[in-house]
């Protein structure tokens, strides 16, 4: 199977659950095959957590009994870390200790309102997201090798909730943006549950893996040998550079901005079917890859700008190679 074989499948696979949401929904694949970490932003109802069970349910057998396709951490302000990681169990017949794995041991975790969490709980997760492990007790245990975090946060509530902070966001690939659909795809969702769509039971609606835990990885495979020329190198770098010497901009892209976007080109060039990238594979990605770095200024925020704005004018400025 190549990476365009698997995107076409996954998206017929979703397309009875799913309505309308191919774009955002191609990230989340696109993130699978990266071995990266998406941030979803939208008001409740817009099937953000819905999304992420749909990208767990099309990845078949997992590697371990301990190791579950999908585990949802709902966060609020009294998680603790070790709700997250897991903890050691005191057995006292054999007077010894056993580890509990939590439920960030699983191949598509769901980090539901992920900003309802303090810092010290936030923490748990940064580890996990780049290093693809966690440190319980001073021990280091391993995740599973597709390990995909899909956090969601609200936008319009603010209370009793706390920024993530700027290291965090870092370590997301994309920042998915996630509105009302239109009033066709709205009657669409209506008019499948009347039909009988229950999105508890995502089998009977339809459906079921289109890949295995071998086949991700081999499919990883494929992706990491896009080709990339130099030229195309130097205008994604440029891109991450721009982005800090902007004037309405605070702090700007970090060097993960740019391996994001390699990384999230290759993949867009891959589900094209195609072997190598072009210019137009990085302006399609640069807007969800970067957005969620680029801090602006207070002062550009009171006048209405917004991360995307800055993106745009930046991919408008810069000479596009040939």
Do not use: W
Not at 139 to 160: H, I, M, S
Not at 284 to 291: D, E, F, G, T
Not at 302 to 313: A, F, M, N, S
């Amino acid at each position: 199977m190549t990476p365009a074989e698997f995107q076409l499948a996954a998206l017929e696979r979703t397309r009875g659950v799913l309505v309308d949401l191919d774009e955002p929904f191609r990230l989340l694949l696109a993130a699978l095959l990266l071995g990266g970490n998406v941030l979803i932003e939208g008001v409740p109802g817009t099937a953000k957590t819905l999304m992420a069970r749909c990208l767990a349910g099309l990845i078949g057998d997992s590697d371990s009994n301990s190791v579950k396709p999908f585990q949802r951490i709902q966060f609020t302000p009294d998680l603790m870390p070790s709700d997250i990681l897991g903890t050691s169990v005191f057995h006292l017949q054999s007077a010894t200790f056993t580890f509990r794995p939590g439920p960030i041991f699983a191949n598509v975790v769901v980090a539901d309102e992920v900003n309802r969490a303090p810092a010290k709980t936030q923490s748990a997760l940064l580890e996990a997201m780049e290093e693809h492990q966690v440190t319980v007790e001073g021990e280091r245990k391993p995740l599973p090798p597709v390990f995909v975090v899909v956090a969601t946060q609200n936008p319009v509530e603010f209370e009793g909730t706390y920024p993530l902070p700027e290291a965090q966001l870092d370590r997301f690939l994309f920042k998915v943006l996630v509105d009302y659909g239109s009033a066709d795809a709205e009657r669409g969702v209506v008019q499948r549950h009347h039909a009988g769509l229950q999105v508890t039971d995502l089998e009977a609606a339809g459906l079921s893996p289109v890949v295995d835990l071998a086949t991700v990885m081999d499919l990883r495979r494929q992706v990491e040998t896009t080709k990339v020329d130099d030229s195309v190198t130097d205008y994604l770098v440029a891109i991450g550079r721009a982005s800090r010497s902007a004037p309405e901009v605070q702090y700007g892209a970090s060097v993960r901005g740019a391996l994001g976007l390699l990384g999230a080109s290759k993949a867009t060039a891959a589900f094209a079917g195609r072997d190598y990238v072009t210019p137009d594979d990085v302006k399609a990605v640069a807007a969800p890859v970067l957005r969620h770095r680029v801090i602006l200024k207070p002062e550009a925020e009171l006048d209405g700008l917004r991360p995307d704005d800055v993106i745009h004018r930046i991919l408008g400025s810069l000479p596009v190679p040939r």
